[in-house]
């Protein structure tokens, strides 16, 4: 079956998609990630493309002669001394991601949950958590909301406690 890949040279992974290349029925097959080789936008990422196609292949009976067709997202340069470093947690302001996981694929372990704003918390009293990400307006100075989040820990706060263990982020 002829396949199309679909390729996304990242920062830090590279990812490839395969689907069927017939126009009647096109479905995902699979997906590979890996990480990304050289400086994105250069030549030495052809290694860690080739790699994530051929994990994404491994995943099915198909070969690499039967990829029809690749469509490479653009990947341009970076310049590689102002280049984010890898870290291992996400904060999120004003809706910019600082920082990623780049080895959690397709955002896994960013933060997956129901958004409460603070104050609902507060209300919640010793209320179970159901996986919520507690958001903290842009109106609170960033040490204040660390010290409270810090003290409602500190109090003891049944329903702090299991919010925080349940997500990787917090506001």
């Known amino acids: 079956m002829p396949l199309i890949a679909g390729i996304d040279i990242g920062n830090a ?3 490839v998609a395969l689907a069927s290349d017939d126009p009647q029925a096109r479905a995902f097959v699979a997906s590979g990630i890996v990480a990304t080789t050289g400086m994105k936008g250069t030549r030495d990422n052809i290694a860690g493309t080739l790699a994530a196609l ?6 099915t009976p198909w070969s690499m002669s039967d990829v029809s067709r690749i469509y490479l997202n653009e990947a341009a340069p970076v310049i590689g001394d102002v280049a984010m470093e890898t870290i ?6 004003e ?3 600082i920082g990623h996981n780049p080895q959690t694929p397709g955002g896994v372990g960013v933060g997956v949950g129901t958004t409460i704003p603070r104050a609902a918390g507060d209300a919640a009293g010793g209320a179970v958590c159901r996986g919520w990400i507690v958001l903290i307006d842009d109106a609170v100075d960033f040490l204040d909301a660390v010290w409270w989040l810090n003290e409602a820990l500190d109090r003891g706060s049944t ?4 919010s925080l263990k349940r997500t990787t982020a917090c506001w």
């Open 13 to 15: 992974t590279t990812e």
């Open 54 to 59: 051929e994990q994404a292949l491994a995943k």
């Open 88 to 93: 291992t947690e996400t904060i999120i302001t």
């Open 95 to 97: 809706s910019t991601m």
């Open 159 to 162: 329903w702090w406690r299991r």
